[in-house]
Structures are given as structure tokens and as C-alpha cells.
């Protein structure tokens, strides 16, 4: 027996079927099990009764930061006072105390119709940080219901020393993780480009940087990576976040860039929540803004994702597991228009970029796993009363 969801609205970019229904059309849902039967258009003029979603994707967060800023305090807008002062509660970091803060957040994800996450996990002395294998624990445990990939977060500079980065390679190699880099104007930066670039290619493993996480002019990380995944010919496999730089660049130099940066394959994710708290004057009105250019990248054929990023943590001390909050805030912040068309940043490209098995475009088929959204279109979900949702999970209504 099929079950069915009447008149709810399916923006255009999740969309998998084809037809010419319009961009206001609304459709009645029919799905068997745990997976889609058909999708049919109402009659023209239906009202929609909702607004539908495929489960969210958050593609950088920091699991093992998280809900700390009770105990380091925040870092009010200085970027590396916040990794000094959580290098500080590193040091203490167990097992122990580590499991119950992730698994927190996979819960609070979860709640909130969160299917996918990448998480980054402090990588930064030569040893086995002890997340590494709480991750590995929470992947087994959540195996069923969220997938979960980690990233290894290392200084570029920390690569020169060669044995070192190649164990640190293997062991991300072994967990079935993803090598990452902090890049931050480091001197010398081709040079321990290559390194990174050769240990993805000795490994093969895919790369995800946190690069130009600030407001300075010449800090041309996304660049040099660009460049180097063209030459290595690594493209599709690299994933950027952060480019806070590329805000106050001269629109010519941005738009050269993202050129290369969508020639190269690259995906570029924004973290609104994270780069609005951190970047700009505290001592006055900030009017740089912190946020990359995002309407530019996806012009230029980029990839592009919103995020969560940091939660209740010195870099920043609000926030929650909920990738429609960083939606919204992202759209204001970056004056991003339709609303509804920036959607797929927290829902398909995510999945594209994760390589997950179902890219969440809804089509005859593809697994019963929805949400369904009180507003009745973009702009009624910029409201928080919009926000509310229903879950389905495997063709079953979840509470």
C-alpha cells in the first residue's frame, strides 16, 4: 500500500524528474516502503500545503570542539586567540570526555533531519588524537542512520616534516578519512602544497583545506590550490572552505580565481555563523562582512555549500546542529536571492561533494527520506515558524 504527501512545493534544484512543471508548481508524493513510487504535479494553482526537502547534508563541522565554550570562554572575534585557547582544553581532551559532547552533536543533527556530515578533527602534534577513535566509534554506532566522514585538521607547515606526514597520511588512509590543511598566508606555500598534493596522490585520498580564513588582501590560499589541483590534475577532489579573503579582493582578481577554482572542480563552502562572528572590528560596526563571495562562485560554475561549522566553541560560542539555520543566515549575509534556490547548498551539492549514494534530488526511485517544511515556499522558510518541520526516515514518520 502506498502512502502519499499531498501538494508540497519541490525547489527546482532538487528536482531529478524531468517535465514542464513551473517553478511554482506543487506536486503529490506517493512512496512503498522505503522508497518513492511517484511524483505527480497538482493542477495548476494548487496551493502548497509545504515545502520539501531532502535530508541535510552539513559538510564542515568540528565534533571535537564542540560545546566546549563553557569552559575556554569565547574568543569575541580573534580567529587565533580561539586556536590558542582551544589548543589549551586539547591538552585534557579523552576519550572520556570526548564521546558524550559528539555524540551530543550527531543526536542534535539528527533531530534535526541531518542525513550526512564532515566533520574535522585537530590533528595537530604527532600524536593519535583521541578522537580519531571516538569518531570511529560514533560511525559504527550511527552506521544505520548518519554518515559520518572525519578530516584530519593540520597546519601546512607541519608537513615539512616529511616521515611524520606520511604516517599522518597512512593513519588517515587506514580510518577512511580525508587529509586536511589549515592554510593561512604561509610562507613558502607551493612548496608544501606539493607536499600535501603528493601525499593525496601516494595515498589516494581526497583534500579538504580551511584557506584564507581572514580579511587580508593577499591571502591567495584558494588560489596556489587551484592552480595545484589543475596541474595535478586532482580535480573533483578537493573541497575549500572558508575564503574569507576572497570578500575584500578586487572583483577582477576574486572572479580569476574562482575561474580556476571551477576549471579545477573544486567545491567552495561558506560558513556564515563561524566567519560572521570572527572576522571584522569589534570595536565598532564591522562592515566587511566575513563571508566569501558566493553569488560570484556559483556564476563562475562553483560548487558551492553552506555550513555549520563551530558550535558553542571559542570560534563560536552560539549556534546549533541545524544546516537550514546556516542556510538562512547565509542568504541574509550574503544578500543571496531566490532563497529558495540557495537550498541545494545545504542538500545536493553537500551530498555531490561527500560522493554520498543518493544525491538528494527527489525522483521515481530514490529513498523515502524527506522533510517537509511548514512555509510554503523560500521565503516563508527565512522564518523561523517556517523552520518547523516533519521528518520522514525509510517511508516512516519520525518524532
Known sequence: MNTE??????????????GKAGADAVFN??????????????????PAQGLLLSPLVDLHLHLDKTYTVQDTGAANGDLFR?????????????????RPRMQRALQEAWDHGVRAVRTHIDWMTPDRPPAVDVIAELRQAWRERLQI????????????DTEWAHWLA???????????????????LPRRLRTVFDLAEAYDLELDFHVDEGLHV?????????????????????????????SVQTADDAQQTLALVAQAGITLTALPTTNLYLQGSWSETPVPRGITRLSEARTAGVRTCLASDNVADPFFPYGCYDPLEAWALGVQAAHLAPAEDWLDSVTVAP??????AWDGRF?????????????????????????????????????
Open 5 to 18: 504527501l499531498h501538494a508540497v512545493r519541490i525547489p527546482a534544484a532538487l528536482r531529478g524528474f524531468g
Open 29 to 46: 508524493l506517493q512512496w512503498h516502503g522505503e522508497h518513492i513510487t511517484a511524483i505527480t504535479p497538482c493542477p495548476a494553482g494548487t
Open 82 to 98: 580561539a586556536i590558542d585557547m582551544i589548543a589549551a582544553h586539547r591538552a585534557g581532551w579523552t576519550r572520556e570526555s570526548l
Open 149 to 160: 566522514q572525519w578530516v584530519s585538521l593540520t597546519a601546512v607547515d607541519q608537513f615539512d
Open 170 to 188: 597512512r593513519a588517515v588512509k587506514a580510518g577512511g578519512g580525508v587529509l586536511g590543511c589549515f592554510i593561512y598566508r604561509h610562507p613558502g
Open 218 to 246: 593577499d591571502a591567495t590560499g584558494l588560489r596556489s590550490i587551484a592552480e595545484m589541483t589543475l596541474q595535478r590534475r586532482w580535480q573533483g577532489r578537493v573541497t575549500c572552505g572558508h575564503a574569507c579573503s576572497l
Open 351 to 356: 551530498a555531490q561533494t561527500m560522493g554520498l
Open 363 to 399: 525522483n521515481k526511485g530514490c529513498p523515502a527520506d524527506f522533510i517537509v517544511l511548514d512555509a510554503h515556499d523560500g521565503l516563508q522558510a527565512m522564518a523561523p515558524a517556517g523552520r518547523r518541520r516533519r521528518i520522514c526516515r525509510q517511508g516512516q514518520w519520525i518524532t
